[in-house]
């Protein structure tokens, strides 16, 4: 049996989660066969345990075949003492599960074109994934930390370290989810000035010669393509970058989309022999403290998520196409939470979304 982990977490993530539990709980009822636990995470747990991630907790997130992560973030980390606070959960997750392939489908829900503050003829029809890679590159490269010089003054240092084995998995990941959409990759990185990036490009150019010559395959700076993004976003099938560009263009992208709030991501681990890969589904907008616990929150990232995780982990590529399907058509109708809503119209509430969801399947 497939077992689920869900994470509520910090900010808006104990609001949009109950939705998404609506949503995981219809499809059991429809012959999904899964199973659902469920564990504080963040400033809930802290409160409840005086810890940030209880020893069961941590074993249950290393044995769940997949979480549902709501957010992580808040201001109330703030008064937690350092010592309880040095790792950040999220990131040792990403690490110790090794879930280096981050999946962001980036796309304009039709209907929705009015919510992007760039113009709509620009914005409609996008239909982009990033792949972002998680693991490696400037979160967990080494050296790093805060030093002291012998004067006195300090030096802060991050590395910026890649392997081909590491660039090949990520870029293998990208071409072979090209063949199951429009067959073109765009690889993104900055080796017109950085080392990795130049071992980085060599990779996926023999990569691509070696075992995906079918795939059209392009280059584009990072500076450039964050222009691009916002000047022709239609041009993108997949991209392929590295971790911190990928964090700092999934943002951008996201602009496109209209609302972080729509936005779902897939971070997924390697297959392994039993077919099966780790895997954490999770929105994209983060915790939003300013918004949190006013019943605002748009569910849909969080939903949409649970939709990636009935394609990429339980294996039901119908089931997520009706998901995502009736997350448009509710939304074609015009129901709306605050972050989407059209000028003089009523909005409805998180759960108000979640039933609308619910109501359409
Ligand atoms: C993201 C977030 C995270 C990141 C933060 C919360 C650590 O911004 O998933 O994009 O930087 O990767
Ligand atoms: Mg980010």
Redesign the pocket.
């Known amino acids: 049996m497939f077992n689920l982990l869900v994470l509520p977490g910090d900010g808006i993530g104990p609001e949009i989660m109950p939705e998404v539990k609506k949503i995981a709980h219809w499809f059991q009822r429809h012959g999904v066969d899964f199973t659902l636990d469920e564990e504080l995470y963040g400033i809930a747990s802290w409160k409840a345990y005086k810890t940030l991630m209880r020893d069961e907790t941590w074993a249950k997130i290393l044995a769940a075949d997949a979480i549902l992560f709501g957010a992580t973030g808040s201001p109330e980390y703030a008064a937690i003492p350092r010592e309880y606070q040095r790792e950040d959960w999220l990131l040792r997750m990403r690490r110790e599960l090794d879930l280096f392939t981050n999946l962001r489908p980036i796309r304009t829900t039709p209907g929705m074109e009015d919510a992007s503050t760039l113009r709509p003829e620009i914005v409609g029809g996008t239909d982009m994934i990033l792949v972002r890679e998680l693991c490696g590159g400037l979160y967990f490269g080494s050296p790093r930390g805060i030093f002291e010089n012998a004067d006195g003054s300090r030096r802060g240092i991050n590395s910026l370290v890649y392997t081909t084995s590491e660039i090949e998995r990520i870029g293998r990941a990208a071409f072979a989810l090209a063949r199951s959409r429009k067959s073109r990759v765009c690889n993104v990185d900055k080796s017109n000035v950085l080392e990795v990036f130049m071992l980085w490009r060599d990779t996926i150019v023999a990569l691509h010669a070696r075992e995906y010559p079918d795939i059209e395959l392009t280059h584009m700076y990072v500076d450039n393509c964050a222009m691009q993004l916002v000047r022709a976003p239609r041009q993108f099938d997949v991209i392929v970058t590295e971790n911190l560009f990928g964090?700092i263009l999934?943002?951008c992208a996201a602009m496109v989309a209209g609302s972080l709030g729509m936005l779902p991501s897939a971070s997924l681990g390697a297959v392994d022999a039993k077919g099966r890969r780790k895997a954490l589904y999770e929105p994209?907008h983060g915790s939003a403290p300013d918004i949190a616990g006013k019943s605002l929150a748009n569910p849909c990232g969080a939903i949409l998520s649970f939709a990636l995780c009935l394609r990429y982990s339980l294996d039901r590529p119908d089931e997520a196409k009706h998901l995502e399907d009736a997350v448009d058509r509710v939304i074609a109708r015009g129901v709306r939470t605050l972050d989407i809503a059209q000028a003089g119209r009523a909005t409805v509430s998180t759960s108000q979304m979640g039933d609308a969801i619910l109501a359409e399947l």
Request: hydrophobic content about 25%.
């Open positions: 964090d999934s943002d994209i």
